[in-house]
Structures are given as C-alpha cells and as structure tokens.
C-alpha cells in the first residue's frame, strides 16, 4: 500500500505542473517549446539530466558490465567531451540564434533554394525517425519494468482483463518475451495497458503545459530518481557483501581473471587485438553523432535560458550528474548484480543473454527492496523513462509545429500566416502521432542493446558535419544535405552486409564516417559558400568561434578574434574533462578496487581531479565567458521569422 501511495502522489504532482503550466503554454510556440526562455540554468541542467537518466540506460548499463567488465561504460562516459564542448562553446550559439528548432537554424545559418528542403527533411528525420526509434528503446525498458511490478492480470476482473487478452491474441501484437513466465497473450496483455496508461499520464502533463511542464516535474522526477537509485544501490551492495568484499566474492564466482575484467577501469590484459576495434569506437561515437553539438533537446534546453551563463550552467550541472554522479550508482548496482545473480561464462553465448542480464536491473529492485523504498524506486523508474518521453514527445512536437506546419505547409499550401494557438494544437496532434509510431517501432525491438547500435550507427554520418557548423563558416547547405543522404544510404548497406554482430561494430562506424564525411567535405569544396548577408547576419547575431574569418571581416572585426575565442573555450573544456574524468576514475576505482589493484592509483586521480575543480569552476562562472570576444555588447537576438 505504501508503493501505491507514493506512485499516486508522484502521478498527481505531474498532472498538476501540467495544468498550471496549461494558460502560458497555449499562447504561442516560444511559451509552449522554450518555457517563453525564461527556464534558470539549475533547472534546464536537471532537465537534461533527468532526460539522459531514461529508464533504459540503467538496464543498458547492468548488461554492457556483464558483457564487457567496467571498461565497456566508457563508450557512455566519453560523451562527456561532446556534453563540454557544448557547455562552453555551443551552448552560447543555440541560444543567440534566438531560433526554436536545430531544423529553424539552417534558415539563419545558410542561404540557397535548398534550404526549405534541408528544414523540412531535417524536421522529419530527427522529429519522427530517431526521435521514435530513441522513444521505442525507452518503451522496451519500461514494459520490463511493468512485467514485474503491474500484474494485471491478478489485478483486474476477468470480464474486463480476458477481452484485452483475446484482442492481443488475435490481433498478433506481441510486446516482448516474458521474462517471468507468463503466457505470452497474457504478457503482451499486460504490457499493452502498462504502457498505455503510463504513456497517456505522461502525454496529459506533457501535451497541456508544454516544455514548462516537463521542466518542472523533470526536476522533482530527477531528484527521485537519484535518492531512489541510492537507496537501490545502498541494498545490492549490502547483500552482496559490502563494497570491501564486492572484489572477494566476485574472484569467487568467476575467477581472478573474469573478475579483474569486471572491475577494470582500462583495457584488461588480455584484450589482445580487440582492444583497438574499442578505441576506435569510443574515439569516434562521441563526435560522429547525431547529437555531437546538443542538437535535439539539449539544444532546446539551452535555447530556453535566459542568459549565456544559465545555459553554460545547465550543461555543466548536466554533465556532473549525468557522468560522474550517477555513474557511480549503476555501478555499485551493476556490480552488485553480478555477485547476486551470477552465471556462467558459457551463458554468454546464450541467445537473449544481454536482455536478461538487463532485465536484473529491474528484478533486483522487486526481490531486493522492502516497502516503501521498493516504491521511491519504482517511482524513481516511472519519473526516469516520464522525463524520457516527456521530452522526446515535446522536443519531436516542436518540429512539427514549427518547421513542417509553420515553416512549410501553411506558407506554401496554404498561403497564409498560422496562428499561435492554431501552432499549439498541432504541436499538441503531433504528440500523439509520435507516440503512435515509437509503439510501432518497440514491438519490433530485441535488447536495447541492439537498438542503441543501430541508432549510433544511422548518425555516425552526421556528428562531424553539425560540429564544424558552428567552427566553420566554409560548411554550407549541401554539406548537410550530403551528410544526411549518405547516413542513410549507407547505414542500411551496412546492416544488410556487415550485420549486426557487435564485434564488427567498429568496422561500420569508422566505414560510416570516413564515408559520410570524407563526402560532405567534398561537396563544401565544390559547392557555392553561404552568401556574405546570410554570413553577416549570422555572425552578428551568434558571435561564434573558430574559423570565421571571412564572416568576421564583413562585420568589422579582426580574423583572429573569433580563433583566440575558440582557444580560450577549447582549454576549458580540457580542464574541465581531466577533472571530470579523473575524479569518476579515482573514486570509482576506490570503491570497485580490482583484484590485486592498488588504492594509489585510484587516490591520486581523485586529487587530481579536486584540485582541478576550483580552476574550471572560476572559468565556467567568470564574467570572461559572458561577453562578446570585442567586448561589445550582445547584438539583438530576437527571433526573425
């Protein structure tokens, strides 16, 4: 009874930041999308982090340690270099473009015929396909978590619960494989009202008051999420036998060698050749990404901050509590898992091995957990994938709303200025028509695993592009027209001949992005530049640093200034990296020490990285950063439609 009472007052607490967020949200997209850019940097940090937390990556984190050791999660942690570079360079020109959309941006950045085009197949690709295939892996988390936790079955009469079971039946909808046993009708019975009732009260909060409203229960949500996490690890890790005897038990169940790669914080010993395939991989997926400038909604958190510090603030709070904070409680669950559920090596090459192994993420929270801290944790679950869906539905929303309906269709079919709230309500349409379609795409899904592969693989092509934009005033339309062509044309070529076998893995992303690349750089060369007004406007309303020589001198200012600019950021974010780095390797290595491993290692990267603290922290809360490179005053960044 207890669970249920904390599970209700978090669904009344979301439904009503909704409906106090209703009123603003229904007056125009900039209310509705960006908050009226009003959303303090504390926040759209939490925001963020309360998005990236997701329901899927604890379950995606317990099966990349079981199959991999410690050492895979670097392919999590090495997006903290993208995470910086935004924080101190990007951050500042998503929200000076004064835009609503990464799609919005080509129109300001670029000139050419093609540029409604670009918007319009940009909107599409990442407001419908990736922003559904991300929402699918989070469904899969979720209808593991409801198998265990919402047994329907042995809640509802069978005059109401049979028929649903008849309907999946004959329908053929099958929503995973049980992972309790259950009839698979009956399963998939489960899992359809589970996921319907938890898409349909996050979809009311989220569709009523807008981005508002996500940021508001992303906050509460975020904050349970951690406190319940902790306590979660707190448990595993004490029926495991303590953090002291975690490395012990673990040389008992597998063997000193298994064990040390479980706990290996580096490439183990015996990797042999398979250690460059893994460098490849994580030297590549941080920037070959679709996200490798915050485009999405890290960029939309960004563009809803009201200053240049507040968005630099939110992604350093994001980054803090994404990497280090809350990497060290998936490992002390992840870790404790394997002393409490072991299994055979020869288990590895078992089909569905990777989503069992992710699915003791959950399982461990129902046998581990006593009352009341078993529904902190479900609820904790429940606000992490809410975050999840909440921000994807409002972030693929916005597309719709403003780059396809207001951008193209109502300009150019119908010949006419839309209103705003004729915007709103096909923002809120474009929900539900999102929601639809992430449904369609997680009843096809495996592990998810398989699925975050995959996803990597389609934006391995795009990364590189959508960072020199902003470095580059050389990068054009048809360098992202090209870019996105060749993602996907070639992905699909590689999936049908390459498979999906993981350790080919890196093979596809280095083939992907020397392709996707190497062609977009081609194209820049043999294509017309972005024409002088376009360049001018640009500069003069974003201020962006690197190599804008041509674009600086149009505006009066020095070629250098704009490269000094960069240099100054560029040393931030390395400061701040080794700090952040060192610190998750010192403390992690300290509370996980290896078999035969020495607590020196682990103690001096962890001073390391608190020495460096006070230095990144009086740059990233500096005046420096808040001006112009001219010390002049920020240009007008109203928005120009």
């Known amino acids: 009874m207890l669970d249920l009472l904390i599970v209700a007052a978090f669904m009344v607490y979301g439904l009503g930041s909704g409906l106090r967020a209703r009123s603003k949200a229904s007056r125009s997209l900039d209310e509705y999308f960006l908050a009226g850019r009003t959303i303090k940097g504390w926040k759209a940090g939490f925001s963020m982090a309360a998005t990236q937390f997701a329901a899927d990556t604890p379950l995606l984190v317990t099966g990349l340690v079981a199959t991999a050791g410690i050492f895979a999660l670097w392919r999590l942690w090495i997006y903290g270099i993208a995470f910086l570079l935004m924080a101190f360079i990007f951050a500042v ?26 918007r319009l197949l940009k909107a599409i690709y990442y407001g419908t396909v990736i922003n559904c295939i991300v929402l699918a892996m989070v469904l899969v988390a979720a209808i593991r978590i409801a198998e265990i936790f919402l047994p329907w079955h042995l809640w509802l009469p069978d005059g ?33 009202i589970s996921i319907l009732l938890i898409l349909a009260f996050t979809a009311m909060y989220s569709i009523t008051g807008g981005l508002r409203a996500v940021v508001q229960t992303d906050v509460m949500q975020f904050s349970l999420a951690m406190i319940g996490t902790l306590l979660y690890a707190w448990y595993v890790v004490d029926a495991a036998g303590g953090l002291g005897g975690l490395s012990d038990r673990l040389v008992e169940l597998y063997g000193i060698e298994q064990a040390g790669k479980m706990l290996s914080f580096g490439p183990p010993t015996s990797t042999g050749e398979a250690l460059m395939p893994f460098l490849v991989i994580i030297g590549l997926q941080w920037l070959f990404q679709m996200n490798s400038d915050g485009t999405g909604y890290l960029a939309q958190r960004s563009m809803a901050c009201p200053t240049d510090r507040d968005a630099r603030i939110a992604a ?15 490992m002390a669950i992840a870790i404790g898992l394997l002393v409490l559920y072991p299994f055979a090596p020869g288990d ?6 990777i989503a069992g192994r992710e699915a003791l ?10 009352s009341g801290a078993r529904g902190l944790m479900l609820v904790g679950l429940l606000a992490a994938l809410a975050s999840t869906v909440d921000t994807h539905l409002n972030w693929g929303a916005s597309y719709w709303s403003n780059d396809v309906y207001a951008g193209v269709f109502a300009p150019q079919v119908l010949k006419r200025k839309p209103r705003n709230r004729e915007l709103v309500a096909v923002a809120r349409l474009a929900n539900v028509l999102i929601l639809i379609i992430a449904m369609i795409i997680m009843a096809n899904l495996g592990s998810i695993q398989t699925a975050w592969f995959i996803s990597l693989l389609f934006g391995a092509g795009m990364g590189s592009v959508l960072v020199l934009r902003w470095l580059w005033e050389r990068i054009n339309l048809y360098s992202e027209l090209t870019a996105m062509a060749m993602s996907l044309i070639t992905a699909p070529l590689l999936l049908v001949y390459l498979g999906i076998d993981p350790e080919r893995e890196w093979v596809r992303l280095s083939i992907m992005a020397v392709v996707t690349t190497s062609a977009a750089i081609l194209v820049t060369f043999v294509t017309p530049a972005t024409d002088d007004a376009t360049l001018k406007r640009f500069y003069r309303r974003v201020r962006p640093f690197g190599f804008w020589k041509h674009a600086a001198m149009l505006n009066g200012v020095d070629a250098a200034v704009p490269v000094k600019a960069l240099r100054t950021r560029l040393l931030a974010v ?22 035969d491993g020495s607590a020196l290692i682990g103690g001096s990267c962890l001073a390391l990285g608190l020495l460096l603290v006070p230095v990144w922290l009086r740059i990233a809360m500096g005046r420096a950063l808040d001006t112009d490179p001219e010390d ?10």
């Not at 619960?161 to 259950?182: E, N, W």
């Not at 002049?632 to 439609?641: G, I």
């Open 574 to 595: 390395t400061v701040t990296a080794v700090s952040l780095f060192a610190m998750l390797l010192g403390a992690g290595r300290l509370m996980f020490l290896p078999p």
């Open 348 to 353: 590895m090459a078992n089909e569905g091995f």
């Open 160 to 192: 109401l619960y049979m028929p649903i079971v008849h309907f999946v039946a004959d329908s053929g909808i099958r929503l995973g494989a049980s992972i309790t046993g259950l009839d698979p009708a009956m399963t998939s019975a489960n899992q359809l």
């Open 93 to 118: 020109g998503w929200r000076r473009a004064g835009v609503l959309t990464d799609a919005e941006l080509t129109c300001v950045r670029y000139s050419g015929k093609g540029v409604t085009a670009l």
């Open 632 to 641: 002049e005053p920020l240009p007008d960044t109203s928005r120009v439609r």
């Open 361 to 370: 993420f959950v399982q461990g929270i129902d046998d581990l957990l006593p």
């Open 316 to 330: 350093l709070v994001f980054i803090w509590s994404q990497i280090f904070l809350r990497s060290l409680f998936w």
